[in-house]
């Protein structure tokens, strides 16, 4: 239609759309937590569903990772304006996934679907070499590998099923009552759950995969969430642990 | 002359510039509009009814004196509930902030009501503009006035669905991660994600302070361009507001120059929507919707 009224129309390939979003996210999320910090902690109830969950996640990303997606919407941004540069308009795909009827009756939010990616209407060569260089690119930014952990994520939740959070700090204790030694940071957390034996014995909590799916943080960031039942972990956490932050 | 919530804001000021139409008038159509229609979208969380008229009423006084502020002066417009307002509640559609009524206005909401805008009220929108609503929020989920059966997108949710409606004339929105974009396209309205620094947020609720932007929704791209011409500036009170000379500033989004612009250089392109699909004025959107 555009070019019956004259307009010379070439195609244009944009950065990968889950690469915005994904970046957005990092960057919403950690902003927002630091906003509603005291609120979340105190007065949770007071949100609805799904906005606490989403300012909850907040606390979970550390600021490297905040930093580095500061630095990757740099980088977006100035692929944006390269992409650009030239024409006087340009229209993208930015449309989410089909299921747009409203469920306001459901207990899950009205937005969760997924972004369309522009991407899918380029040609498949160009696309799968456009994303292989955009994940070396995600990787080189030290940004969580949100691709692959919500693959690997998906794909453990859908064996294993949802379990509750209490179901992962049961877990965690009989975890740290085998290895009493063990300090409670966030780090050997994550060595003992993410590592193949303990994520074998592990439930997959629906906290911990919303987690997994939209950051790629591992679930060793779990027992540390606001609001998380700390008394099974509080005897051996020691004091200078980072199982304290709040 | 035709049903005056099927104006746009352009045509509206022209109207009242010459007489032919008065603020008070106006107001009270959409007053009435809201009464009768706004209950099957839900989309306003607060009407202003006595403020509105006797702003109109202010408005009608200055341009019966020769006082004439601007293409927006006697407009009725709304705000997202994320907006401070003097002495009016602001909710941010949120069991957190139910009874907040802060004592000033929004830096936004200034410049609309020294542009002399007659603001109707609050319009809906998704908990904090977090972009995720449930029923579990303190107000009604605000419905898509073309298919009340489908989400009206979001954050700006009230916002689009109003001004799809004729509900007010345009209204304010903000985007942070779509928050603009997916509600006027949802709704079928025209809306405008201002470059990051061109609208102060003093006064709004945040949610990203990097990427939070407010901008305007309307019915046309004109009417946005009138709204932000108001709206843009430098803020001293926002870190992000961009040291830019206001006049510079706010020349390319003058809605007629711009038109001017595109006449004069004989070029341009019109888009029309596939045949499949009518163009949907403003008076279609009433009877399909409510």
Request: charged share 20%.
């Amino acid at each position: 239609m555009l070019k019956d009224l004259g307009a010379v129309v070439d195609e244009v390939v944009f950065p990968d759309l889950w690469d915005y979003h994904i970046c957005g996210r990092v960057i919403i999320t950690t902003e927002v937590h630091a906003i509603h910090r005291q609120e979340v902690i105190e007065t949770p109830e007071k949100f609805g569903y799904t906005t606490r969950r989403r300012f909850q996640l907040g606390a979970f990303i550390t600021a490297e990772q905040y930093i580095s997606a500061l630095r990757f919407r740099r980088q977006l941004h100035q692929d944006m304006k390269a992409a650009m540069r030239g024409y006087d308009l340009v229209m993208t795909a930015n449309q989410w996934d089909r299921r747009t009827p409203s469920r306001s009756r459901s207990r899950s939010s009205t937005s969760s679907t997924s972004p369309r990616s522009p991407c899918r209407s380029t040609s498949p060569p160009a696309r799968a070499d456009r994303v292989l260089r955009l994940r070396q690119r995600w990787l080189s930014a030290r940004l969580p590998a949100c691709r692959s952990r919500l693959r690997r994520g998906e794909r453990l939740c859908r064996r294993r099923g949802l379990r509750t959070r209490h179901d992962l700090a049961f877990a965690a204790a009989q975890t740290l009552i085998r290895r009493p030694s063990m300090k409670l940071t966030r780090r050997s957390l994550g060595r003992s759950f993410v590592g193949t034996s303990a994520l074998a014995a592990l439930p997959m909590p629906a906290f911990a995969q919303e987690k997994v799916v939209r950051f790629g943080i591992s679930m060793a960031d779990v027992p540390l969430t606001t609001g998380q039942p700390t008394a099974a972990l509080a005897p051996t956490s020691s004091p200078g642990s980072r199982s304290t932050i709040r | 002359m035709p049903d005056l919530t099927t104006l746009g804001i352009a045509e509206a000021g022209r109207l009242m510039a010459r007489g032919e139409l008065t603020a008070t008038a106006l107001t009270e159509t959409f007053l009435k509009r809201i009464k009768a229609v706004d209950h099957k979208i839900a989309s306003y969380i607060t009407v202003t009814e006595e403020l509105a008229l006797s702003a109109a009423r202010q408005a009608d006084m200055e341009m019966k004196g020769g006082l004439r502020r601007g293409p927006m002066h006697g407009i009725p417009v709304a705000l997202k509930d994320i907006y401070e307002t003097a002495g009016i509640k602001t909710t941010g559609h949120s069991h957190l902030r139910a009874g907040y009524v802060p004592a000033i206005d929004a830096e936004t909401v200034r410049r609309l009501k020294d542009a002399g805008a007659v603001i109707l009220g609050k319009l809906g929108t998704h908990e904090f503009a977090n972009g995720a609503m449930t029923p579990d929020q303190p107000f009604p989920a605000v419905l898509n006035p073309w298919n009340t059966k489908h989400q009206p997108g979001g954050s700006s949710s009230g916002s689009g669905a109003a001004v799809a409606a004729a509900l007010c004339m345009g209204a304010m929105g903000s985007d942070t991660g779509g928050s603009i974009r997916n509600p006027a396209g949802f709704c079928g309205t025209a809306g405008i994600k201002p470059t990051y620094g061109l609208v102060s947020r003093c006064g709004i609720f945040p949610l990203a302070f990097s990427l939070d932007t407010a901008g305007p929704m309307a019915w046309t791209v004109e009417d946005c361009a009138l709204m932000l011409d108001v709206l843009a500036g430098h803020d001293p009170n926002d870190q992000a507001s961009a040291k830019t000379r206001r006049s510079t500033m706010a020349q390319p989004h003058n809605a007629r120059s711009r038109a001017c612009a595109l006449r004069s250089r004989g070029t341009g392109m019109r888009a029309r929507m596939p045949a499949s699909r009518p163009t949907p004025s403003r008076a279609s959107t009433r009877q399909c919707a409510c």
